[in-house]
Every structure is written in C-alpha cells, then in structure tokens.
C-alpha cells in the first residue's frame, strides 16, 4: 500500500513536471494574447525605455529664454570701397596725360595742366614731369610707384599689371561715391538664458535662429558704427555678446544676439532655440508700442516743429522743408514719417547726380524697446538744461541723459489729459510706472560732399505705460553743415 503511495505521488510529480515545462516552453516560443492590465505595463515599460529616456531628458533639457529688450535697426551708405584707378604707365604721355596732371593738381595741389612738360625714360623707369616752377618724377618699380614731388615730399601709389598695362592706383583714398545704397538690416536681442533643469546645459549660439516667413536667420555681428552719436547703437556695441558656455542648474546667462534680416521689426519676426520658439505676450506688446512710438506726432507733445530749415523762417522751424537744397534740412525729432523723407529725397538726389560727382549718403534708423518694467524718473536739473534719469527696481540705470553731450532739445510729460513742456530748467516731478515700455530711436542723416555736406543726428527716449499711453518724451539733437 505504502509503494502504491509512493508511486503515485511520483505519477503526480512527472506530470506538474511536464505540464510546467509546456508553459514555459510555450512562453518562449508561442504568442499569447496579453490581458489589460499586461498591456498598461508593457506600455509603462515603453515609455522609460532608453531612448524615450533620452528625448525626456532632451526635453526638460531646453533652457528658458525670455527677450530683456529687442532692436531694429536700418542703414545704408553709398560707400563703395576699392581701389581708386589714376592712370597707366604705357599711356603717359599720351591719352592719359590729364589724369596725371589732374592727379596732381587734385592730390597734391601742383598747378601743371598749362604748361607741363611730360617725358618717360624707359630704361631708367621714370616719368619726369616739370615746368618752371616744378620737377616731379614718377619712378615705376615691380608692383608699386613712387612720387618725389621736388620740395622734399613723396608719396606711394599702387601698380597693378593688367592685361599688358601697368595701371596706377591710389593706396590712399579706399572709398568713392556709388549709386547703390546697399541697405542692411538688423533685428537685436538682449535676451537672458536660464537653466531650470537639474542637469547641466550645453547652450550653443548656432541653435538660435530668427523665421521669417520662409526664410531662416543664423546670427552674426552688428556692422561697427565707430561713432557715439547714436545712442541706441553706442549701447549695443558695448553690450555683452552671448556665446557658447554650459550652463549649471540655476545659472543665467545675459547677452545680446544680433540677426541680418530683410526689412525693419514684423510681427511675423519668430525667435528659434532650435525647434522651440521664444514669445511672449510682452514682446508682441512692445511691436504694439514701437508702433504707436513710430506714428506719434512729436510736436504735439513738445511744441517744435519736425525740421530746421535754414531756408524758410526766421526761426528756422518748418513743417515742411525744402530738399531741393542737399543741405538746408535737418529733423529736430524723429519718427517713421520722418526718416522715410530723409530716405526719400537724399536717395532720390543722389540718383539724378552726374557720375563724376555722386553725393555720399550715409543714413541709420534704430530703435529699442525694455518691455514691462517698474521705474522711477528722476529729474536731473543742471544750470542750463533738464535731464533724464530712469531707475528700474532692482536700483539699475536705464536711461541717463545727463552723460549724453549733445544738445538736449527738450522734454515733456504727460498730465491732466494734455502734455506738459516745463520751463528751460526745473519743473518735472518724479514719477513711478509699473510695467512700463521704454523706447530709445535713433537717427542719422547725412548727405553731400566733403565741402558741402549735411548730417543730422537725433535721439529720443519715450516712455509709455502699461496701457501704452505716451507719458514722457525727451529728445536731443546734432546738426551739422560743412
């Protein structure tokens, strides 16, 4: 009895055996319908696997990017840089012998175009050109000329050997007048970059990129102005320029960005971090507030009229200036209306020029705006003018006229619905704003020839609150006539 047991307890062994087996075996090589609750693990497995690991990582891994301020700049310049041709070698004396003479004369202010004397010795490389006052030689070397100019003085030209000739040009004067203006375009952000993430970041310049429409901006540099009367542009040349670093968790990095574009600040203009656009309803605001900027009347505001033409008052203020003159007219203050004038009528004069005598037209249009933020204004009252000072919360300058050296103009503020002008010195409160917009523009014009030339230079500061009234204007002005 006790082996029947036994064996049967054995039968009952083999069989949970085999049957186990056939499971496993089963498992591996089969396929089996999973349950529910299989098939929310399984997916809860998909979601960590190592690469959906990754992209997270990548994801949370994107830095925060918020725009502190943005500039649109335009410029142009009739400025062709080269090589200015004189003459060449084989053809004086000859066909070419006035431009010698009229090289000299305007280069040098030697007087020989009645009465010179030209004469070449070839094997010595010297042309000797002399009259009863002068002895000039001209001595012909590999790729270079040299002028004695027989009261001590000598100067280098140089020589190109082209196409059997060997051609003079002047080393001295790079630049002459053309009639293409060459536009340029720039859209610049001030922008602070931000590591939220727990990791370490590797910020790289080249993943920014500015869409327009179908079209990409990388980023690039701010052409050098190389002069400190424009205030927008002498900021941004000495603002600090962003560049590749690896960001800590926690870290910020500040810095400016600067793209070559097609046309002034739109709308459509989209800030890229590689796939992932930075807006913000603050910057579609501050498009709002540029554009009220742009279209205000200023001499409702400050009582001037937009130009000074010394051809037309005894004042010399006028609404509407003459341009026939190229140097009559000059803006006391700027806005969109009065730079496309200044665009319109110096590009239209230069275009009807002779070619020997094209005008240089040289013009800048920049503007910036500091969205939403809480300030201070702090007259500054000296013996002879008012000034500007603008503190934001944290205790840091925005704006300081008081540095600048030009003519302040004038400043005038808003109060009781109607915009109020104080007196020469003295008379402007202080005054707070929370979430303001703050507006600098601007401007160069400069047209003619180096005798007879005229530059205008303006700057504004305008200040509008959060429902984008114009609260504050302040301007200043340079004009010039050579």
Excluded at 16 to 35: H, R
Excluded at 398 to 412: D, P
Aim: proline residues 4%; glycine residues 6%.
């Amino acid at each position: 009895m006790r082996k029947k047991m036994q064996s049967g307890k054995a039968i009952v062994t083999t069989v949970l055996i085999i049957l186990l087996l056939s499971v496993l075996i089963g498992g591996c090589i089969g396929e089996k319908k999973a349950s529910p609750e299989q098939e929310s693990i399984n997916k809860e497995a998909l979601e960590v696997s190592p690469s959906n690991s990754t992209q997270s990582i990548k994801e949370e891994n994107i830095p925060e990017i918020s725009i502190e301020s943005f500039s649109s700049i335009y410029m142009h310049d009739n400025l062709e840089q080269k090589d200015i041709y004189l003459f060449s070698w084989e053809n004086v004396p000859g066909n070419e012998s006035n431009r010698l003479l009229n090289f000299l004369q305007d280069y040098h202010q030697i007087n020989l175009v009645e009465n010179a004397n030209i004469i070449k010795d070839e094997e010595r490389k010297i042309i000797r050109v002399f009259s009863d006052k002068y002895l000039i030689d001209i001595m012909l070397f590999n790729e270079s000329a040299q002028i004695n100019l027989g009261n001590g003085g000598s100067a280098n030209l140089v020589v190109k050997e082209e196409n059997g000739t060997h051609n003079f040009y002047d080393i001295g004067q790079k630049y002459q007048n053309k009639y293409d203006i060459s536009p340029v375009y720039y859209a610049a952000y001030n922008l602070s970059i931000r590591n939220n993430g727990s990791i370490p970041i590797d910020f790289r310049l080249a993943r920014l990129h500015l869409l327009h429409g179908d079209k990409i901006f990388n980023s690039t540099s701010l052409k050098s102005y190389g002069e400190s009367q424009l205030k927008v542009l002498y900021d941004l040349e000495r603002e600090n320029k962003m560049q590749d670093t690896v960001l800590l968790p926690g870290q910020i990095l500040n810095g400016l960005v600067v793209f070559r574009v097609n046309s002034l600040y739109n709308e459509s203009f989209m800030l890229m971090y590689n796939t992932t656009s930075v807006t913000s309803e603050s910057y579609e605001k501050s498009i709002k507030a540029l554009r009220i900027a742009e279209g205000f009347k200023y001499s409702v505001a400050l009582g001037v009229p937009p130009y000074t033409d010394s051809t037309r008052s005894e004042t010399g203020w006028s609404y509407d200036p003459d341009f026939s003159d190229c140097c009559n007219a000059w803006a006391n203050w700027v806005n969109r209306t009065i730079f496309e004038t200044f665009l319109k009528y110096d590009v239209k004069r230069m275009l009807k020029s002779p070619p020997d005598s094209i005008p240089m037209t040289e013009m800048v249009y920049a503007l910036k705006i500091i969205p939403e933020k809480n300030i201070t204004i702090f007259p500054v009252t000296t013996r002879f003018t008012n000034h500007l000072l603008v503190i934001n919360n944290e205790g840091n300058e925005i704006f300081n006229t008081s540095q600048v050296q030009h003519r302040t103009g004038g400043i005038a503020f808003l109060g009781n619905q109607t915009y109020i002008r104080p007196e020469w010195v003295g008379n402007i409160p202080r005054m707070n704003f929370s979430n303001a917009y703050l507006i600098q523009i601007s401007f160069e014009g400069t047209y003619g020839w180096p005798m007879a030339s005229r530059s205008s230079f303006n700057n504004q500061d305008i200040i509008l609150d959060d429902r984008l009234d114009i609260n504050l204007v302040r301007y200043d002005y340079s004009q010039f006539l050579s």
